[in-house]
Nanobody
Framework: QVRVVESGGGLVQPGGSLRLSCAAS????????MHWYRQAPGNERALVAS??????NYADSVKGRFTISRDNAKNTVYLQMNSLKPEDTAVYYC??????????WGQGTQVTVSS
C-alpha cells in the first residue's frame, strides 16, 4: 500500500508565492515519476508539471513561474510556485508512479490566488 499526502496550499495574493509538498510512503521500492496536476471548478484535471528521472516538464501556462523538484531520499516532490495569478486557483493533486506497482493520488490541496 502506498500513501500520498500533499501539503502547502493556501490563500495568496496575486504575484505571491507558495511551495507545495507531496510525500509518498509505504511499500515503495522505486518511484518512476512524480507529477503535479490541478483542477479548477468546472474544468478537467490538467497536468502542471512532471519530474521523471531528473527530467522536468511543465505546462505552457506555468513555464518560467513554477519549478518542480524531488528529494529521492524522502520520496518527496515539491512545486515552487512564483508570480501566482488568479487563474492558478485550483485544487492541486500529486500523482506518484511507483515502478512495478501502479499510480497513486493524494487527496489534493487548495490553492487560492486572490486579493
Amino acid at each position: 500500500q502506498v500513501r500520498v499526502v500533499e501539503s502547502g496550499g493556501g490563500l495568496v495574493q496575486p504575484g505571491g508565492s507558495l511551495r507545495l509538498s507531496c510525500a509518498a510512503s509505504g511499500s515503495i521500492f522505486r518511484i518512476y515519476a512524480m507529477h503535479w496536476y490541478r483542477q479548477a471548478p468546472g474544468n478537467e484535471r490538467a497536468l502542471v508539471a512532471s519530474i521523471i528521472s531528473g527530467t522536468t516538464n511543465y505546462a505552457d501556462s506555468v513555464k518560467g513561474r513554477f519549478t518542480i523538484s524531488r528529494d529521492n531520499a524522502k520520496n518527496t516532490v515539491y512545486l515552487q510556485m512564483n508570480s501566482l495569478k488568479p487563474e492558478d486557483t485550483a485544487v492541486y493533486y500529486c500523482n506518484v508512479i511507483v515502478a512495478g506497482v501502479g499510480a497513486y493520488w493524494g487527496q489534493g490541496t487548495q490553492v487560492t490566488v486572490s486579493s
